[in-house]
């Protein structure tokens, strides 16, 4: 008899655990409550960034702190009394230390390098078409602290496996000629490919479904379900039982209420993010050879078929999809400081998602400390594309195996318990 696997939640963690799973033998079935990459998987910077430290790094409070003043800076709070987000802001204040960064790095640089290799596969093999391409992305500096800072994160990842070069203004000018003439300089980060993220979930989705997988959408899950200690499945808004041996929990930042109600707070909170998509052309994008960072404003300006998706910003405003204009238009005034050509045609599309963003700045993954048979898959924060298979790939061996390499075990859920 087959795992009977109930994945809840249709973005691409969700996505991934089911194919992997499927792809392991599982029978299983994937529950969305809106409609696939409904979420933050529809609209992302579309960049796959493996190896790079998390938030959480020395000095990173203080600088969070000046960016609050600017309402469109990159970093904004929403005024408000907010007890989970105080404890969530303090839990990430400290985790901002050397020896932090390091331990995460231990953990998610090797997890990264395997994200890329699962990333290679399942689009060659499965024949995904979602516009990918392994050719790299550039960290673009306009001042010398930000160039200072630049380097020191190359160091860090060079360290652990990657191999990022650093590269002065004409350098870059030379490969990027859409760069503005005070660029300085920057890091060219070889180990990163670029895709749609909305065509890649929906290909994978498809090809999961073409496997076996029962995916449905608009079923709004309301419990799990747990008998004797062990998970049973889980009730729907309708109250419509869907019966399993292992239920993974892939909802994003909504994944919080389910889990709590089995006993485990988890620290994450929604960070919105917003995108502006500009046509390539006269009076609008120049057409970018490749994906970039803007170092100073966090903004990812990525070429995709037709258009540049200029997308960043980490906004805590609680679970809303409020789009605050002032925002979405600081991504584009942001980026023509360091792109001159950029005009001012109409957007082909505004969006804003939510990402769940850990305390500690790993991703949560791995059982349920209290209920047998429950997953979680979360905490992914704004590497969510990136880590997507690597996820589904490790959800797959807990859910039928028990047992994973002991890298993984810092992603997993006990150790906020």
């Not at 990173?60 to 003043?69: D, E, G, T």
């Not at 408000?80 to 640089?109: G, Y």
């Not at 608009?218 to 109250?239: N, W």
Request: hydrophobic share 40%; with cysteine.
């Amino acid at each position: 008899m087959s795992t009977r696997v109930v994945v809840v939640g249709g973005g691409v963690i969700g996505v991934s655990c089911a194919y992997w799973l499927r792809l392991r033998g599982a029978d299983v079935t994937l529950l969305e409550r809106d409609r696939l990459a409904a979420g933050a998987s529809e609209g992302n910077a579309g960049t796959v960034s493996a190896g790079h430290p998390p938030l959480n790094r020395p000095g990173r409070l203080p600088q969070a702190l000046k960016q609050l003043a600017d309402p469109t800076g990159p970093l904004y709070v929403a005024p408000r009394w907010d007890p989970d987000l105080m404890r969530w802001l303090a839990d990430f204040a400290l985790h901002c230390t050397d020896d932090h960064v390091q331990a995460c790095m231990r953990a998610m640089a090797p997890f990264g390098l395997e994200a890329l290799r699962l990333f290679d596969e399942v689009v060659a093999d499965e024949h995904l078409a979602c516009g990918y391409e392994r050719q790299g992305y550039f960290d673009v500096c306009r001042t010398e602290p930000a160039l200072k800072g630049a380097r020191h994160e190359a160091d860090i990842v060079r360290a652990h496996g990657y191999h990022p070069d650093l590269m002065d203004g004409d350098t870059l000018r030379r490969t990027e000629p859409a760069l503005a003439p005070d660029v300085l300089g920057g890091v060219f980060y070889p180990e990163a490919a670029t895709l749609d993220p909305y065509r890649f979930v929906m290909e994978l989705a498809g090809r999961a479904g073409t496997r076996g997988v029962d995916v449905r959408e608009g079923v709004d899950v309301a419990e799990v379900v747990v008998r004797s200690g062990k998970a049973a499945g889980v009730r729907t808004a309708t109250g419509d039982d869907v019966g399993a041996d292992v239920v993974v929990l892939a909802t994003g930042p909504f994944s919080l209420e389910l889990a709590r109600r089995l006993g485990t707070r988890l620290p994450v909170q929604p960070g919105k993010g917003y995108h502006r998509d500009l046509p390539v052309g006269d009076g609008a994008a120049p057409p970018l050879r490749m994906a970039c960072v803007l170092n100073e404003t966090s903004v990812f300006c990525t070429p995709m078929e037709g258009f540049v998706r200029f997308a960043g910003t980490m906004e805590f405003s609680g679970l809303n999809h409020e789009m605050r204009r002032p925002r979405l238009e600081q991504l584009t005034r942001a980026a023509r400081r360091y792109l001159p050509a950029l005009g001012e045609a109409e957007p082909l599309s505004e969006w804003c998602g939510l990402r769940p963003m850990a305390s500690d700045g790993l991703p949560i993954i791995g059982p349920l400390p209290d209920v047998e048979g429950v997953l979680v898959a979360t905490g992914h924060g704004m590497l969510g594309l990136t880590l997507g298979p690597a996820t589904g790939a490790l959800v797959a061996d807990y859910a039928l195996d028990g047992a994973v390499d002991t890298r993984w075990r810092a992603f997993s859920p006990e150790r906020f318990a």
